[in-house]
T-cell receptor, first 112, second 111 residues
Framework: DAGVTQSPTHLIKTRGQQVTLRCSPK?????VSWYQQALGQGPQFIFQ???????QRGNFPDRFSGHQFPNYSSELNVNALLLGDSALYLC???????????FGSGTRLTVV | RKEVEQDPGPFNVPEGATVAFNCTYS??????FFWYRQDCRKEPKLLMS???SGNEDGRFTAQLNRASQYISLLIRDSKLSDSATYLC????????????FGKGTKLSVKP
């Protein structure tokens, strides 16, 4: 089943470092959205990529950036990591025409 | 005020009980609403869509009241396997928009 694949599954980084998280969308999906879920909170929208461009962005600082490749896979980059960036980062793929979202199992980032 | 608000719980209920979750939302421009289920340390998974006419799927019933900006989820005959966090979600604009999640309501079903 070609669902959404995220890597790595777990990651520990030090404050001030940079991190790159990766997402491969479900087969046939062309849109990738990223969410941050802190402990005890619901997921919060970071941004969405379609046709290799950022289409929408949530209320996150410029330290959070992304990229989408021609094969629709995507990366989330976070610079100058803060302790508060520790969270589960979820990738969701979809078709721009509709049909719902499929979530990956997430990357759990711990900043120490 | 948060766009989607839920009682965080936890709701601790015995097997077989009926439990209801409520959710309120702001910004009534949203057209689509959902309930997602999230197990501990897992990704959210779509449980069901929510319609003004009501939506029933087995033991689960979801309802949307646009006038009151209120969404509900009713679970009948609770099972141990229903233990999870239930997230109330509004869709800001189909697949070109983004999902706005509530904080979630934690349900624990006890034997």
């Amino acid at each position: 089943d070609a669902g959404v694949t995220q890597s790595p599954t777990h990651l520990i980084k030090t404050r001030g470092q940079q991190v790159t998280l990766r997402c491969s969308p479900k087969s046939g999906h062309d849109t990738v959205s990223w969410y941050q879920q802190a402990l005890g909170q619901g997921p919060q929208f970071i941004f969405q990529y379609y046709e290799e461009e950022e289409r929408q962005r949530g209320n996150f600082p410029d330290r959070f950036s992304g990229h989408q490749f021609p094969n629709y896979s995507s990366e989330l980059n976070v610079n100058a990591l803060l302790l508060g960036d520790s969270a589960l980062y979820l990738c969701a793929s979809s078709l721009t025409q509709g049909g719902g979202y499929t979530f990956g199992s997430g990357t759990r980032l711990t900043v120490v | 005020r948060k766009e989607v608000e839920q009682d965080p719980g936890p709701f601790n209920v015995p097997e077989g009980a009926t439990v209801a979750f409520n959710c309120t939302y702001s910004n009534s421009a949203s057209q689509s609403f959902f309930w997602y289920r999230q197990d501990c340390r897992k990704e959210p998974k779509l449980l069901m869509s929510v319609y003004s006419s009501g939506n029933e799927d087995g033991r689960f019933t979801a309802q949307l009241n646009r006038a009151s900006q209120y969404i509900s989820l009713l679970i009948r005959d609770s099972k141990l396997s229903d233990s999870a966090t239930y997230l109330c979600v509004k869709d800001e604009g189909g697949s070109q928009g983004n999902l706005i999640f509530g904080k979630g309501t934690k349900l624990s079903v006890k034997p």
